[in-house]
C-alpha cells in the first residue's frame, strides 16, 4: 500500500512527469493534492498500469482529489532549454494552475528546480511510494497519451496512437521515411547515426 502524506501538511502536492525519453510531443507534468489519509488500494505508478486501470483511476483521481493540474513545456521549449529545464517548467506550470496553493511538494525524481518558497522532497522512484505522486503520474501519462493518439490522426506514419512518441522501431522507420514533424524534438537522435547515412 502506498503512503498517503510525507510531511505532515495537509496540502502535500504530488508533483511528477511522464514524456522526458520521447521524441516528439510535449513533456507533460501533473500536480495533485489528495485529502488528509486518501487511501486507495489500486493506484500506483502509472507505468505498472494497464490502460484501462490508468483510466478509471483518472476518473478517481479528479473527483477525489482536493485540486490537480497539468503542465506541458512543448518540444520548441525543450529545444530551447534542453529536458531537464523543460521538465521543471512543466511541473512549475502545473503548480501554477492549482487552485489551492500547496504546503509543501513531493517530486518524482532526484532534483528539482525550487518553486517559490515551498519547502519540498524528491522522492527516487516516488510513484510507487506515495499515492499523491503515483496519481500524479497517472494524470500526467493519460493526459500526454490522449494528446499523442489526436497528434497521430494528423501525422500517421509514426505510430504515437501506440508508442506515444518513445523511440520505438515503428517510430524510427516512420522518421527515416517521412521525416520529423513540428512535434519532433529536433534537438534529440531522431535517428541512431547509421540509419542517416542511409
Not at 56 to 64: A, H, S
Not at 141 to 157: I, N, Q, S, V
Request: net charge positive; charged share 20%.
Amino acid at each position: 500500500m502506498l503512503l498517503p502524506n510525507h510531511s505532515g501538511y495537509t496540502l502535500e502536492a504530488g508533483v511528477d512527469e511522464v514524456g522526458r525519453g520521447c521524441l516528439a510531443g510535449p513533456v507533460v507534468a501533473a500536480a495533485v493534492i489528495l485529502p488528509p489519509n486518501y487511501k486507495h488500494p489500486l493506484l500506483n505508478d502509472s507505468k505498472k498500469l494497464t490502460k484501462k486501470l490508468r483510466e478509471q483511476l483518472r476518473g478517481e483521481i479528479t473527483r477525489d482529489a482536493v485540486c490537480w493540474a497539468i503542465g506541458e513545456a512543448s518540444p520548441e521549449e525543450i529545444d530551447k532549454i534542453n529536458i531537464l529545464n523543460a521538465t521543471y517548467l512543466a511541473m512549475h506550470r502545473a503548480l501554477d494552475a492549482l487552485l489551492q496553493q500547496p504546503e509543501y511538494l513531493l517530486v518524482d525524481g532526484n532534483r528539482f528546480k525550487p518553486y517559490q518558497d515551498l519547502p519540498y522532497s524528491c522522492m527516487v522512484k516516488g510513484d510507487g511510494r506515495f499515492l499523491s505522486i503515483a496519481a500524479a503520474s497517472v494524470l500526467a501519462k493519460t493526459h500526454r497519451d490522449e494528446l499523442m493518439c489526436r497528434l497521430a490522426g494528423a501525422h500517421p506514419y509514426y505510430g504515437w496512437e501506440q508508442n506515444a512518441g518513445y523511440p520505438t522501431k515503428a517510430h524510427r522507420a516512420g522518421i527515416a521515411s517521412h521525416g520529423p514533424t513540428v512535434h519532433h524534438r529536433k534537438s534529440f537522435t531522431l535517428l541512431p547515426r547509421q540509419l542517416e547515412l542511409l
